[in-house]
């Protein structure tokens, strides 16, 4: 709360207005599924429903509670417009956290009191950079996912459908402590493995195919998100080949990370091996992303972000090559950033298993 406070000075707004619950969670440790935050100078005011009361009291520290019983956005409108007497109430909001309708419903509240300040990304920043806490917990969720992985692999043989695979990667890391996977994990066999986001299917793992697993664990709240790629039977040295540009494409990335550099450099290191493979147009999407509560943060590594990374950044590192009806290659880590380089979190082997 007293890091989001620093903003006041820079926005001259009376209250942030804290809609997106990773936000809110973060700020008050406040873990449902529905709430909303005002922040004042000097106060701080969750509004939940009566559902959270009692998990409010456990979990919630720095800010007031207060359960409403007609709605959050009315109770927060109704809040605003208490926050001065007379005159308009500077509210700062982020519009990519809030629907039109939601603030049609919050601003008819307010009595037409707010003035609506746009700032997107306020909870955000603070976010992208882990203190020491959130680190030892990204690197428990680093090691359920990379220890989910090796216990896989003995599984992944012809027969197994995709969908089996994806279902046990999901049972065994929650045997593992995680509360869920940090997204649906995707396993994608064969000329699907160069969907770069498919969806597991009911179909059958063949020999002679790549399989791209990818994968994430949330313990303790935070995310991990790992990628290898394996082949059934022998490779052929086309295969071998595009592993290995991928792989020295994810080390170049790697290498390019400290604090001070501009975001878009790892991007940048892994093209530059890709193109000297000949392989650079098959790589169609970023090198990486932030990670942490939720498993896309800022900042992006790709082209043309310039914002530069600093100490306890967590990002992943996943290029790939992915050829339309014959396959594709992603090797994907977690790694914090530091001021001497990139620090794996994700440990599962990276060398191409033939199995
Ligand atoms: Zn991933
Ligand atoms: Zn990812």
Redesign the pocket.
């Known amino acids: 709360v007293d890091r989001l406070r620093l903003c006041f000075s820079e926005l001259r707004v009376d209250v942030i207005l804290v809609t997106h619950l990773p936000n809110i969670f973060y700020v008050t440790g406040f873990s449902g599924s529905a709430g909303l935050l005002l922040v004042e100078p000097e106060n701080g005011l969750l509004l939940i429903d009566s559902r959270y009361t009692f998990q409010a009291r456990e979990e919630v520290s720095g800010v007031r509670v207060q359960t409403v019983k007609h709605g959050l956005l009315r109770g927060a409108g109704e809040a605003i417009s208490r926050v001065s007497r007379r005159g308009r109430v500077s509210v700062a909001y982020s519009p990519a956290q809030l629907t039109i309708a939601q603030k049609q419903t919050l601003d008819a509240a307010t009595g037409g009191r707010a003035r609506w300040v746009p700032a997107n990304g306020l909870v955000e920043k603070l976010r992208a950079i882990k203190d020491a806490d959130e680190l030892s917990r990204m690197r428990q969720a680093a090691d359920a996912i990379s220890k989910t992985f090796c216990d896989v692999i003995p599984m992944i043989r012809p027969g197994v459908t995709e969908l089996e695979l994806a279902a046990e990667i999901e049972y065994r890391m929650k045997r593992l402590g995680a509360s869920g996977p940090s ?1 649906e994990t995707i396993v994608a066999s064969g000329a699907r493995s160069a969907w770069a986001h498919a969806r597991p299917t009911a179909k059958p793992l063949k020999k002679n195919e790549l399989v791209v697993l ?1 994968q ?1 664990a949330i313990l303790r709240a935070y995310c991990s ?3 290898r790629t394996v082949f059934l039977g022998r490779t052929s040295e086309k295969v071998r080949r595009m592993y290995r540009a991928v792989l020295e494409a994810q080390e170049a990335a790697k290498n390019a990370i400290r604090s001070g550099v501009a975001a878009e450099a790892p991007d940048t290191a892994a093209r530059h091996v890709l193109k000297k493979y000949g392989l650079s147009r098959f790589f169609t999407h970023s090198t ?2 932030g ?1 942490g509560l939720e ?2 943060e800022t900042p992006r590594l790709g082209k043309g972000e310039r914002t530069k990374l600093e100490e306890g950044m967590v990002v ?1 590192v ?1 290029p790939g090559v992915y050829v339309e009806g014959f396959g594709g290659i992603r090797i ?1 880590d977690d790694v914090v950033v530091t001021s001497t380089g990139a620090q794996d979190l994700t440990s599962a082997p990276r060398e191409l298993l033939e199995l």
């Open positions: 997204f990818d994430g998100d790992m990628t990486g992303h990670l498993v896309h992943t996943e994907e």
